[in-house]
């Protein structure tokens, strides 16, 4: 998933609760040694951060972090558009976002080049690195690529 990363596409990491999402990216975000973010969505004050989001205010919130992870992504309200926004509007800026199996941006994205997804069902964190790198998926312009 390293690879992945500063591509211009958020990266989204689906799979069940207590599959070893959170687990895995706090691994990879210390193995960058780029400055995150790391934000948890089960929060309401994270939540009311992204409420009405402009860039201006996604701006402030990342500050001079490179690596944005938003952890239950699902939680937020229309949080495909404040992934956009980032995408589109903080260059430089990579964008993690993770979230159970009912997470879909589809409705909140029209434009599928923003997304990397990588699903990975495990019930152990040895078992996660594998099925994440396998499912990898490339959407771009409506067509999904391997």
């Known amino acids: 998933m390293q690879a992945r990363l500063f591509q211009n596409k958020a990266i989204i990491l689906l799979g069940p609760r207590q599959s070893g999402k959170t687990t895995l ?10 400055k995150y973010l790391l934000l948890n969505a089960d929060e309401p004050d994270v939540r009311e951060l992204f409420l009405g989001a402009t860039s201006t205010r996604l701006k402030r919130i990342i500050g001079d972090k490179r690596i944005l992870c938003i952890d239950e992504a699902q939680r937020i309200p229309d949080i495909g558009i404040s992934l956009k926004l980032i995408i589109d509007q903080i260059p430089g800026v990579q964008v993690i976002a993770t979230g159970s ?4 941006l589809n409705a909140s994205i029209k434009e599928k080049k923003f997304i990397s997804r990588t699903t990975g069902y495990a019930t152990r964190l040895s078992e996660i690195f594998l099925p994440c790198q396998a499912a990898l998926i490339s959407v771009r312009y409506g067509k999904t690529t391997w």
């Not at 199996?101 to 879909?104: A, G, K, L, Q, V």
């Open 25 to 34: 990216i706090k691994a990879l975000l210390e193995k960058t040694g780029e």
């Open 101 to 104: 199996s009912s997470f879909d």
